[in-house]
């Protein structure tokens, strides 16, 4: 089984604590991955320091595929999430949280991170790491 590990973003802190109640935010970490030649993908999310994410928020990364086209290159066209890391309940240093796909990857994929805070104001933060691990049969 061939295969290539794609550093997505060394250790970063995401502080969302500010964003409104019940509303949400994208980033996207990175975009145009190729994995034309992959057959399935692991994502590998790694929480470095202990989180703050309070009851009813939450912080997801995600892979969608990316339908990157250099003809429309202002315009993003990213699909449904094909996998999805939760991190929930102020998650301790250490955690690791491993999340596989293996179809509908299509040519390209973005990860990105997804926070939706509480219909309470929480505290969200995390300090993370994100690696694809792209494979083929």
């Given at each position: ?31 145009q991955i190729n994995c034309?030649?992959y057959d399935y993908v ?24 990316d339908g990157h086209t ?68």
């Amino acid at each position: 089984m061939a295969g290539k590990v794609v550093s997505v973003t060394q250790p970063r802190e995401f502080n969302f604590s500010d964003l409104a109640a019940s509303k949400s935010q994208t980033v996207t970490l990175q975009e145009q991955i190729n994995c034309s030649q992959y057959d399935y993908v692991d994502m590998i999310v790694r929480v470095h320091d202990d989180a703050t994410i309070g009851g009813g928020a939450k912080i997801e990364v995600v892979a969608v595929t990316d339908g990157h086209t250099e003809y429309d290159p202002n315009q993003t066209f990213f699909g449904d999430p094909i996998a999805t890391a939760s991190l929930t309940s102020s998650p301790t240093a250490g955690t690791l949280k491993i999340v596989s796909a293996s179809s509908l990857l299509g040519r390209a994929l973005a990860v990105q991170v997804v926070a939706t805070q509480d219909a309470q104001q929480q505290s969200m933060s995390a300090r993370i790491s994100v690696e694809l691990v792209l494979k083929s049969r």
